[in-house]
Each structure stands twice: as C-alpha cells, then as structure tokens.
C-alpha cells in the first residue's frame, strides 16, 4: 500500500485481508508515527459475492493501524453496505459479537503481516 496517500478526517478507508475487507472512517492521521487512527464500520467477507457478509463495527473500539496498510474506499465499493446498515434495522447481533469479529480480523490481519515481515528479513540475508 502506499504510504504517500494523504487522507483526511471523515475519509473511508479500507484495510483488506484474504477475503476481508474492514471499511473504517478516518479520525486522524499520526504522520509522525505513520498511523491512522480510524473508528470501524464495517467488516465485509467476501465483498464481491452476491451475498456477502457484512456486520455493523460502528460499536465497536477505534484502531490504530500501520498507514501504509489503508487505501482509500471507491464509493462504488462500500455505499451499498453503509446504505445498508443505515436503512436496516439495528444490527441483530450484539456489540460483543462484533468486537470479537473486530478483533479476529486484527489478530489475524497482525499475524500475516508478522510473518510477511519475517519473510522479508529472510530473503534480504539469504541474498546477502
């Protein structure tokens, strides 16, 4: 992903892993520390399936994430799934499913980068 990309507050963003993508709105950039604070709204499974599965985050916590990792959401891509979860009724599931679902998505989304990393480190010293 590209570091260079200058979101702003407001902003939906998009942290996708495997079949998963978590749509979350900007709060602030940490430059300093190349992180986005971002509060959740959605995690999509398989967002180009004719039925996917989608769940409400918004009551879930905010993130702190790498921001190379973000890209910005297309409006044709996710305003179907906010639309939804607006017009629908409240979310069926509870607050705890979603925070579980959240933190699922994180653990995994940490580890693949973890042994991504690890990979890199590898190949560099193997080349060496």
């Known amino acids: 992903m590209n570091s260079k990309t200058n979101f702003q507050p407001l902003q939906i963003v998009c942290l996708e892993h495997l079949a998963t993508c978590l749509y979350a709105e900007v709060i602030q950039v940490v430059e300093s520390r190349q992180v986005c604070w971002v509060r959740p709204l959605l995690l999509v499974e398989s967002p180009t399936a004719i039925e996917p599965s989608v769940l ?59 042994n991504e990393s690890q990979d890199n480190t590898l190949s560099s010293v193997d080349q060496s």
């Open 56 to 114: 409400d985050l918004r009551s879930t916590v905010d993130l702190l994430w790498s921001l190379a990792s973000f890209r910005p959401a297309l409006d044709t891509e996710m305003l179907p799934f906010l639309a939804n979860i607006f017009t629908s009724a409240p979310p069926s599931q509870s607050s705890a499913h979603a925070r579980q679902q959240l933190n699922y998505f994180v653990q995994q989304l940490w580890q693949a980068q973890k």
